[in-house]
């Protein structure tokens, strides 16, 4: 009777031994998952501050350019109400009508700009460049369309162009050709 005892005593560390063996199995795997996973997770905050840092740059070029145009648009302005404080009656009215022929820049408050664009939900942020890219139908010979940096290194990736020759043409870096490959 001790002896089937201890038989089964000796069967039941087996199995014990067995299922802690197979434990250890299952937390070494999920472990290596979560070193993967914190891996991944590392390179995509990298990335993703790198194409945040290349946006807040554009940003700023942008702000810059529309605050230089603003102040280009001043002077012209300026310049051109001294002017007519100068001549006569009729040469106010051929010069209005002259100036009403000139293409002028849209008087937006920069500020004003950057607060709606903030604001904006990235969804609605979409230029129609690239709704022109999701449904090539609908465009007209017409109307050229202009592509922004992202579809044309996505429609140059389609053609079978390396991330180099499409940072060659685009004359911007490889990182940067990435990052718009990336986040498509």
């Known amino acids: 009777m001790q002896t089937i005892f201890l038989v089964f005593l000796f069967l039941l560390n087996m199995i014990a031994f067995y299922i802690i063996a197979l434990l250890y199995v299952k937390v070494s795997k999920f472990n290596n998952l979560e070193m993967k996973q914190q891996k991944l997770m590392e390179e995509m905050d990298n990335a993703i501050g790198a194409?945040?840092?290349e946006m807040k740059?554009?940003?700023?070029r942008l702000i810059?350019?529309?605050?230089?145009r603003q102040q280009k648009d001043d002077v012209y302005h300026a310049g051109s109400q001294g002017d007519n404080m100068k001549e006569s009656n009729t040469d106010k009215i051929v010069a209005q009508a002259e100036s009403d022929f000139v293409l002028k820049s849209p008087k937006i408050p920069v500020k004003m700009a950057l607060k709606s664009y903030q604001s904006m939900p990235i969804s609605a942020k979409k230029t129609e460049t690239d709704k022109a890219v999701e449904d090539p139908v609908q465009e007209t010979a017409a109307e050229p369309i202009e592509m922004d940096d992202r579809s044309l290194a996505f429609s140059m990736q389609q053609q079978g162009m390396s991330v180099e020759e499409i940072a060659k043409q685009l004359g911007k870096g490889k990182t940067y050709v990435e990052l718009l490959l990336k986040f498509r």
């Not at 740059?57 to 700023?60: A, I, K, L, Q, T």
């Not at 810059?64 to 230089?68: A, G, L, T, Y």
Request: proline share 0%.
């Open 57 to 60: 740059d554009e940003n700023e």
């Open 64 to 68: 810059k350019i529309i605050e230089e």
């Open 51 to 53: 194409y945040l840092t």
